[in-house]
């Protein structure tokens, strides 16, 4: 492969007033993601009165020390829930990728410092999220519980549809029969259909005196047959260890709990891995850090993808397919922690398209394609790329940055609804993992064919420039007003 030989000039005006505009970007990301934790000091006290921890304390003592944690759906119901007092930070439950005792594994745990851990509509999604993630990836999965069930006053938001919480259980019978092993500990609250949950995984343990598991407190109870209970002979730990046998362990406290989950993850045999090409890996000729020039600040500014895609791959070496024409869409191969790949990205800047001699033999001039659009050629390019990733079981990265299909008579001319549906339809039917990096603008139909949330990626990541929508705000203002004239 060739290595790429990077023009980036760091030293400019132009790259120095991008990297800032990133910064700025990334700094309002990270005061974002910590604004709940920082406001919460005296309801995190009284959590540890009770010997208790929240969900990311109990996932940093649980995980292997020093070892990367990688979270998913953190902004999940940002700014969603506005009726609801203090609203729904991360959607109540932390989600992450981590290893435990040497193995990888996803987390799912329980917020109790949000609303005491109930669901709502996001809640639900996003644990269905953490479960499809196992489940592609063989990952076993780890739940820890502390939910106090349905958020009553949003309940339409979980049940009955296909993607609410029947799923879930659903969910846990299917991975059950995969084989994907599912550890669950209680740690407080488990109400009503949330039971559910621990009960249909491999191994549940609860922890003494905070942990319960009902289908119905002891108020229902009440009003529904006339017995008095309290919570702990209704469903406490001590009673479905030693009756119900409902769980296989009792545990002391949530230290003892964390041992237990460890001990429980060591347990378990090798995973089978995808027998996908690996050679030793290589660091970038580039600091990946240079990124951050690289975006424009404007949106109108052009750049190169090439230049992201030499600071990320190994060596920088990138074996470019079909370089010359169908130039909006960069496609070519790589590796990536020593890992072959297939990279499909957008091209950040206009290009000449290559034009025939007209019918007398004469020299035509060139044609400008502008840049972030997909045209027939480079739609067919990247169809036929991702067919060829597909035929040598390689894995396939997009890089979005686009605006979507060219439109207006040319475009219709030359075919671009069939060259389109083309490319929509092989990334459909493409088998291998796909992952999806979102650098800037993924409108439209483009956000189809890049491989966006309906296409199935195994994960996708949006850089704090990505924006996402039908079309870009100004034109669909335009549209709007030319429609009601």
């Keep these: 492969m060739k290595k790429i030989v990077s023009q980036l000039d760091i030293k400019s005006d132009a790259y120095r007033k991008n ?16 604004e709940f934790t920082q406001s919460q000091p005296k309801s995190l006290e009284k959590l540890h009165k009770r010997h208790k921890y929240s969900a990311r304390e109990r996932i940093e003592k649980v995980v292997d020390p020093g070892t990367e944690i990688v979270e998913i759906g953190r902004f999940a119901a940002y700014g969603m829930y506005r009726d609801v007092p ?22 799912m745990a329980n917020e109790p410092l949000v609303k005491s851990g109930s669901w709502v509509g996001m809640t639900c999604k996003k644990n269905l ?5 196992s489940m592609e990836n063989n990952l076993p999965i780890v739940y820890m519980v502390d939910s106090a069930g349905v958020f009553l006053e949003r309940q339409w938001e979980v049940f009955p549809d296909k993607e609410h919480f029947g799923r879930i259980f659903r969910n846990n019978a299917k991975m059950a029969a995969m084989g994907i092993p599912q550890i669950s500990c209680v740690f407080g609250w488990c109400v009503a259909g949330g039971a559910y949950l621990p009960g249909m995984s491999s191994s549940l343990a609860m922890v003494k005196d905070n942990a ?13 047959l006339g017995q008095e209970a309290d919570i702990q002979t209704l469903g406490g730990a001590s009673m479905h260890n030693a009756l119900s046998g409902v769980a296989d362990h009792l545990l002391e406290n949530e230290e003892e709990a964390f041992l237990w989950i460890r001990d429980q993850i060591a347990l378990i045999g090798g995973q089978p891995r995808a027998h996908f090409d690996r050679i030793e890996p290589e660091e ?37 397919f079909k370089p010359l024409w169908g130039q909006t869409i960069v496609t070519g191969f790589a590796r990536i922690g020593g890992y072959a790949v297939g990279i499909v990205a957008n ?22 394609q502008m840049g972030n659009v997909i045209y027939s050629d480079s739609a067919n390019k990247a169809s036929h790329f991702i067919m060829l990733c597909n035929e040598r ?72 420039t990505a924006r996402i929508a ?16």
Excluded at 26 to 32: D, G, H
Excluded at 470 to 485: C, H, R, S, Y
Aim: proline letters at 8%; one cysteine or more.
């Design 129 to 133: 999220r953490a479960q499809e993630i």
């Design 19 to 34: 990297h800032n505009t990133m910064l700025t970007l990334l700094t309002e990301l990270q005061t974002r993601s910590t």
């Design 393 to 464: 079981r390689i894995p396939l990265i997009f890089f979005h940055d686009v605006t979507g299909f060219m439109v207006g008579r040319q475009a219709e001319n030359e075919g671009i609804i069939q060259d389109g549906a083309q490319f929509v339809n092989v990334q459909a039917n493409s088998v291998v993992p796909k992952f999806s990096v979102v650098m800037r603008n993924s409108y439209g139909a483009g956000n189809y064919a890049m491989c966006g949330k309906a296409y199935d990626p195994r994960f996708i990541f949006a850089w704090p």
């Design 470 to 485: 039908v079309m870009e705000g100004g034109i669909a203002a335009n549209t709007i007003l030319l429609t009601k004239k």
């Design 284 to 320: 970038p000729a580039y600091d990946p850090e240079e990124i951050l020039g690289i975006l424009p600040a404007e949106p109108t500014q052009t750049y190169d993808v090439r230049e992201i895609i030499a600071r990320i791959v190994d060596a920088s070496r990138f074996d470019e």
């Design 212 to 224: 319960s598991m009902f289908l119905a407190g002891p108020f229902l109870v009440k009003s529904a």
């Design 86 to 107: 203090g609203g729904y930070p991360y959607a109540g439950s932390v989600v992450v990728i981590a290893t435990i005792s040497g193995k990888k594994v996803v987390i």
């Design 347 to 368: 091209q950040g800047k206009a290009v000449k398209k290559q034009m025939p001699p007209d019918p007398y033999g004469r020299p035509q001039p060139p044609k400008i």
